[in-house]
């Protein structure tokens, strides 16, 4: 069964630090591209940091994380990482894990359930 989970959200205070982890099951996540988002109620998904399969080329970032967001991946877990620092209010939704592959000539995605995370004094 193909699956990802996400896990690490909670509750930190603006400027804390926070690691989701996305872990899958079911494939090997080095082979996916694998990109975090997050949403908001009533807004659109935003792209926040996405990594390419097999390591290839460098991460990339939303202009508002750059500089306080990390993405990497640990291949020995089956995972990808979001190390987030500096967090601030406007950071508070839910985040997102995306696998993405091309299987037999078919753009394939897969999401994580997502995690909630929460900046507030």
């Known amino acids: 069964q193909v699956q990802l989970v996400e896990s690490g959200g909670g509750l930190v205070q603006p400027g804390g630090s926070l690691k989701l982890s996305c872990v899958a099951s079911g494939f090997t996540l080095s082979s996916y591209a694998v990109s975090w988002y997050r949403q908001a109620p009533g807004k659109e998904r935003e792209l926040v940091a996405g990594i390419s399969r097999l390591g290839g080329g460098r991460p990339n970032y939303a202009d508002s994380v750059k500089g306080r967001f990390t993405i990497f991946r640990d291949n020995t877990k089956n995972t990808v990482y979001l190390q987030m620092n500096s967090l601030k209010p406007e950071g508070t939704t839910a985040y997102y894990c995306?696998?993405?592959?091309?299987?037999?000539?078919?753009?394939?995605?897969?999401w994580g359930q997502g995690t909630q995370v929460t900046v507030s004094s």
């Open positions: 995306n696998a993405r592959t091309i299987l037999a000539g078919i753009l394939t995605d897969s």
